[in-house]
């Protein structure tokens, strides 16, 4: 094909600009494997509230509002809500909460998980890897998300280690790539138990039934009407999630960090995109006398044009062929070094793949317009002037 | 007429008037010789007729079109299927190889014909270059890339082939076997052939040659 034979006769600069591009797709795949991590953690959260509405204490230095058995009721009461899940949430360790998947200790009843997770959607749905769920009234177990499991290097069997206490591993969770992966279940007596081990003010009178987090779960187009309905009934010093709020923050917050992470890689792949516009400025004047034979043969402007736009897309795309492979490898050796964080940081996707190649063959062929156009705008008779 | 050539003129900025004012006309089959200085106007000439370049004045119709006044992005399809180039030297595309080059106008048409490459090839084997098919032109003599170009010209079929100062840069006997081949090949297609050149010999094989002085054709 002539227009490969064209980029081969220049090789060393052909290999320079697609190197070029390579450098910009590596770093915007590089990013956008972050992004997608991101997106993941995102798109996993909007999964699992689309079915929940969350109740939150609204926290104070002062007093720490947990939520009581008579407050669980009344959110029970509102009609719309199907069940009521609880958590009693704590990090697991003091530095836990600024890992890539902060691990927490997630204390449940199993029976009332079991009831939300059959009332959640498919999506949101928690699946074990190995093991099993603890017998109702074990104690001192655990099922561990797959980012603990692998962080702390535990399988099933194994014991855990957490705020002084001693769990036995019985069952590990499939990865989801968000945020329960940083989760180790217990049973909710043990977590109250620890609760109340490091609370200097016991919470009100009701020791044995409180929760820090509450899950309403609803029909998800019903999620506004019932957080309204659940506001007016419940006493102040919540935090109320609708799933329609969460998901339209979750989308907000996703548009924002795509828009500056996958720009700052499209930065890059532009700054390759000039030096194809130059390599192609330079091809078209040492092939002037070329295009006057061309179009003295009869090609026509459009012919001229497309031949250039061609050589220069092609270039971008084998630039963005090697930036993407290069990237992957990239993204997969970052992996492998920070594994002990027990979840990737970057994800490699195939329309992160299909994405990189195919900007920088747009980009290729954007670059290639005004070159393509002075070639095409040549006069044919003083382009045969020449040499 | 096949060709008709009424008043050209070609003026250029600061006064130079490359043609001034050329009448010329050829009949189907025709082989005309344009002789003359260097710098009296014949490439101009040349230009105008094969619709690469326009006159500031004067009307030119080939093959009853007046070519004058067709729209410019016609013009690369009336060159494509009525007239075939051949220019003094390096005329060919030095990526392609002899076959390509010649099929290089093929590549242009539309639609494309499909036994494009069996045309080229026997275009090739007219000009006797078989066997240099596959070679690029760095690796033929200056007289086989003649040849090679007088394939390209052709393979359309033109109804006119132009030529200027084709054997230029050819040794005397090379350039006599090329204007012999020329000569027959147009001839056997019927096809009207206007020369530059600067051999009498040349002039005294066509059936008509004109003499360019200052931009005008001298009587
Ligand atoms: N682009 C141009 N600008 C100004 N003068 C030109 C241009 N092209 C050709 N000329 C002039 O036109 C005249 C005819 O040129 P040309 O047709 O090439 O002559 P020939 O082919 O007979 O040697 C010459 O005097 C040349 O200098
Ligand atoms: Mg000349």
Redesign the pocket.
């Known amino acids: 094909m002539e227009a490969l034979r064209n980029l081969r006769r220049r090789s060393v600069r052909t290999s320079l600009t697609v190197l070029g591009i390579a450098v910009g797709i590596l770093a915007f795949t590089v990013m956008g494997g972050m992004a997608e991590k991101i997106n993941m953690i995102i798109r996993g959260s909007e999964a699992y509230f689309a079915h929940r509405i969350a109740v939150r204490s609204a926290g104070g230095s002062v007093r720490l509002n947990f939520l009581q058995s008579d407050d669980i009721a009344t959110v029970r009461q509102v009609s719309g809500v199907q069940a009521v899940e609880t958590h009693i949430m704590l990090p697991m360790d003091e530095t836990a909460g600024f890992e890539l998947a902060p691990r927490s200790l997630v204390g449940i009843d199993l029976e009332n998980f079991q009831r939300a997770q059959a009332l959640a959607g498919q999506e949101a749905q928690l699946r074990l890897w190995q093991g099993n769920w603890w017998r109702p009234g074990d104690r001192e177990v655990a099922v561990l998300g797959s980012a603990v499991a692998r962080r702390m290097k535990l399988k099933v069997g194994d014991p855990l280690l957490a705020r002084g206490a001693r769990f036995r591993v019985v069952g590990i969770i499939e990865e989801t790539l968000s945020l329960p992966d940083g989760w180790a279940f217990i049973p909710q007596e043990d977590a109250r138990a620890l609760v109340l081990e490091v609370s200097s003010t016991v919470p009100g009178s009701d020791v044995p039934a409180f929760a820090t987090n509450a899950y309403a779960l609803v029909n998800p187009n019903e999620g506004d009407a019932v957080t309204d309905e659940i506001a007016t009934r419940l006493r102040r010093g919540f935090l109320l999630y609708s799933p329609q709020q969460l998901s339209k923050a979750a989308a907000q917050a996703s548009t924002l960090l795509n828009t500056a992470i996958l720009g700052s890689g499209a930065i890059a792949v532009i700054v390759g995109a000039l030096s194809i516009i130059n390599t192609m400025f330079i091809a078209v004047a040492e092939r002037t006398r070329e295009i006057g034979i061309k179009k003295a043969i009869g090609a026509s402007r459009w012919d001229v044009t497309r031949e250039f736009l061609f050589e220069s897309t092609l270039m971008a795309i084998a630039g963005g062929l090697v930036g993407v492979g290069l990237g992957t490898g990239v993204i997969y050796a970052i992996n492998w070094y920070t594994r002990d964080q027990g979840t990737p940081v970057f994800i490699m996707t195939p329309r992160l793949a299909i994405g990189g190649v195919l900007f920088a063959g747009v980009l290729g062929a954007l670059a290639g317009v005004l070159p393509a156009m002075r070639a095409a705008a040549l006069d044919p008779?003083?382009a045969l002037r020449e040499r | 007429m096949l060709l008709e050539a009424r008043g050209v003129t070609?003026h250029?900025?600061?006064g130079?008037k490359?043609?001034d004012g050329v009448d010329l006309s050829a009949a189907p089959g025709e082989i005309v010789g344009i002789m003359?200085?260097?710098?009296?106007?014949?490439?101009?000439?040349l230009h105008i007729l094969g619709c690469l370049d326009r006159p500031t004045a004067g009307s030119v119709w080939l093959d009853g079109v007046e070519v004058t006044a067709t729209a410019e992005a016609a013009l690369p399809a009336v060159r494509l299927r009525k007239v075939g180039f051949v220019f003094q030297a390096h005329n060919l595309v030095s990526t392609l190889t002899a076959l390509e080059n010649v099929a290089l106008p093929l590549r242009y048409l539309r639609p494309r014909p499909a036994d494009a490459m069996a045309k080229a090839r026997a275009a090739l084997a007219a000009v006797g270059l078989s066997d240099r098919m596959h070679h690029v032109p760095a690796q033929l003599s200056g007289g086989q890339q003649q040849r090679v170009a007088i394939a390209r010209a052709l393979v359309n079929g033109p109804a006119l082939v132009l030529a200027?100062e084709p054997t230029g840069a050819l040794d005397s006997q090379t350039a006599r076997e090329l204007l012999a081949l020329l000569r027959r090949l147009t001839a056997e297609r019927g096809q009207t052939f206007v020369i530059?050149t600067h051999d009498p010999m040349v002039g005294a094989a066509c059936d008509r040659v004109i003499t360019?002085v200052d931009?005008q054709v001298h009587p």
Do not use: I, Q
Request: glycine share 18%.
């Open positions: 008779v003083e | 070609k250029y900025p600061m130079v490359a043609l003359g200085r260097s710098g009296s106007g014949k490439s101009t000439l200027d530059v360019m931009g």
